[in-house]
């Protein structure tokens, strides 16, 4: 995450109750009155004149700490005020993608010809906007863009009871999901750090045989058993509809080793940067990452570790079973 790392580390031990956010609330004071004593300290080991001069910049930074604070509840409103300046700006974006409604200087059948294919709208636009994002292009799979070809949409919202925001992916009928909405909402402890509390996604109803975040396989039984039928199981694969699938906080009394505490807030973190991608990035600037105008400014030229040098077809004994039905998840 680009913000806020040391803060999710407060935030994502657990899913904090009241009583579990007073406590952090407490170790988070008794840390700054360690911090005082720290700076007590330094004041006292200054001489006399210099001292007076740190005491008057302190009281410079307390004017500026109270405007900083007026600053982010006018900045609030003044995005709450844009927000819903911009939505018939990107309502008119989605009847123009999705076909609704046609651009001037277009005619109904008036531009085809007979071997050019009658397309509405623009396809696959949510699609290549996402894929010329460096950090959403990672989590995209070949197996995944036939399914987000159905993507007609995507808005965001923030929520206020938690504080958070939502992002709400609307879907054409597809042969992958039932669901004709998928949903991402992350509650926040603190927007302007941010801490995040914890992410919840939709529970994808996949159609059986069409579940692209796992693979069903079947073991072939060893040579001389007396059980000749094969071993069904299914395995996590990487696709961008983990997405919706969160990590999930243990409970507080659940004991985690450093380094699956140190691996939980990796995914912590990737996962709200991929959330911010496509709250701060992709919505409001849709069609120049289509285009690849964004792309251009934004990408800065990083090469990123090539997943998929770890194969999928790994061990010899299993075969995927692509047409068994997998359980609905």
Not at 91 to 106: A, F, H
Not at 187 to 201: F, N, Q, R, T, V
Not at 208 to 234: A, H, N
């Amino acid at each position: 995450m680009t913000q806020g790392g040391d803060a999710l580390d407060l935030a994502s031990k657990a899913e904090l109750t009241p009583e579990q956010k007073a406590a952090l609330v407490m170790s988070l004071k008794n840390k700054l009155e360690g911090l005082v004593a720290q700076h007590t300290d330094v004041l006292e080991s200054l001489a006399p004149k210099v001292r007076k001069r740190v005491d008057v910049l302190r009281a410079i930074q307390s004017k500026h700490d109270e405007l900083e604070a007026k600053f982010i509840e006018e900045r609030t409103a003044l995005e709450a005020k844009y927000l819903k300046l911009y939505e018939p700006l990107y309502s008119k974006r989605s009847e123009i993608v999705t076909g609704v409604v046609e651009v001037d200087g277009i005619t109904k059948g008036g531009d085809e010809t007979p071997a050019e294919p009658k397309e509405k709208g623009v396809p696959d636009f949510w699609l290549n906007a996402m894929k010329n994002n460096e950090i959403l292009a990672e989590e995209i799979q070949k197996r995944d863009e036939e399914a987000l070809k159905y993507l007609k949409n995507i808005e965001w919202c923030r929520i206020d009871d938690p504080k958070g925001f939502k992002i709400v992916f609307s879907f054409d009928a597809n042969p992958f999901f039932k669901n004709s909405v998928l949903t991402k909402t992350y509650h926040m402890i603190d927007e302007d750090d941010p801490i995040l509390e914890k992410a919840i996604g939709t529970e994808i109803e996949w159609y059986p045989g069409k579940c692209l975040t796992k693979r069903v396989l079947q073991k072939k039984p060893k040579k001389g058993s007396k059980d000749t039928k094969p071993i069904i199981m299914t395995q996590e694969r990487k696709s961008f509809f983990n997405f919706f699938n969160p990590p999930q906080v243990p409970d507080v009394d659940e004991k985690i080793d450093e380094d699956t505490a140190v691996q939980l807030q990796d995914q912590m973190e990737q996962d709200y940067d991929i959330g911010s991608a496509i709250r701060e990035k992709i919505i409001p600037h849709a069609v120049s990452w289509f285009t690849g105008e964004a792309q251009d400014e934004d990408y800065d030229g990083t090469i990123l570790e090539d997943d998929e040098n770890n194969s999928e077809d790994e061990e010899d004994d299993y075969d995927e079973d692509d047409e068994e039905d997998e359980e609905d998840e």
